[in-house]
């Protein structure tokens, strides 16, 4: 299984400023993927991040609010843009792992956990 | 109706009970079916993994996939204060588009 680093673990940032969370994985993985779980909710998918092509965002987000950065196979970053209170939650990447026998995984970092004053 | 349902809500146990925690889906393409767990503050760690219908046990637990009824489970035996944690269900066809319930928050009581 991959194993996913995030950093940082947690912050608190001001209402209007940028946050920056950075992905690492310890292997060469194509697809990598952003979420976002709110407290106490499910896991939301933000966008699917592919090394060397534009972020694909589901709906309800886009590119100038949630900046994705893909620029090899083992790193990603996610930019929460002019932040508001409303922005509070847990920033998850996660990878996709496709195994022998063509069975799919996907693995979890530890969360990035943000509260915006 | 929403894509993938979870229950029960949050449910507090005796050590030593037997847990099922249970899923319904309303996709048809569905193929391959986790379970995640995740501690307070943690990331979720997936904790079984079953492709189409069937059984997979591995230790104490056991998840069931019924793809006739679109109906998941997983079964939690012995269960232990370690157990105790919020259970994701996830499934996806072909990769891709994974579909998370919404949790269940387990508690187990000495």
């Known amino acids: 299984s991959a194993v996913i680093s995030q950093k940082p673990s947690r912050d608190i940032c001001q209402r209007g400023t940028s946050l920056t969370i950075q992905c690492q994985v310890d292997s060469q993985v194509t697809m990598m993927f952003w979420y976002r779980q709110q407290p106490g909710q499910s896991l939301t998918l933000i966008a699917t991040?592919?090394?060397?092509?534009?972020?694909?965002?589901e709906s309800g987000f886009v590119i100038d609010k949630f900046p994705i950065s893909r620029p090899n196979l083992t790193f990603s970053t996610l930019t929460v843009s002019n932040m508001s209170p409303e922005d509070s939650s847990i920033y998850l990447c996660s990878v996709e792992d496709r195994l022998a026998g063509g069975s799919y995984e996907q693995y979890f970092g530890p969360g990035t956990r943000l509260t915006v004053t | 109706q929403k894509e993938v349902e979870q229950d029960p809500g949050p449910l507090s146990v005796p050590e030593g009970a037997i847990v099922s925690l249970n899923c319904t889906y309303s996709n048809s393409a569905f193929q391959y079916f986790m379970w995640y767990r995740q501690y307070s503050r943690k990331g979720p760690e997936l904790l079984m993994y079953?492709?189409?219908?069937g059984n997979k046990e591995d230790g104490r637990f056991t998840a069931q996939v019924d793809k006739s009824s679109k109906y998941i489970s997983l079964f939690i035996r012995d269960s232990q204060p370690s157990d105790s944690a919020t259970y994701l269900c996830a499934m996806t066809s072909y990769g891709q588009n994974f579909v998370f319930g919404p949790g269940t928050r387990l508690s187990v009581l000495p």
């Open positions: 991040a592919n090394q060397g092509s534009e972020a694909t965002y």
């Open positions: 079953t492709y189409s219908s």
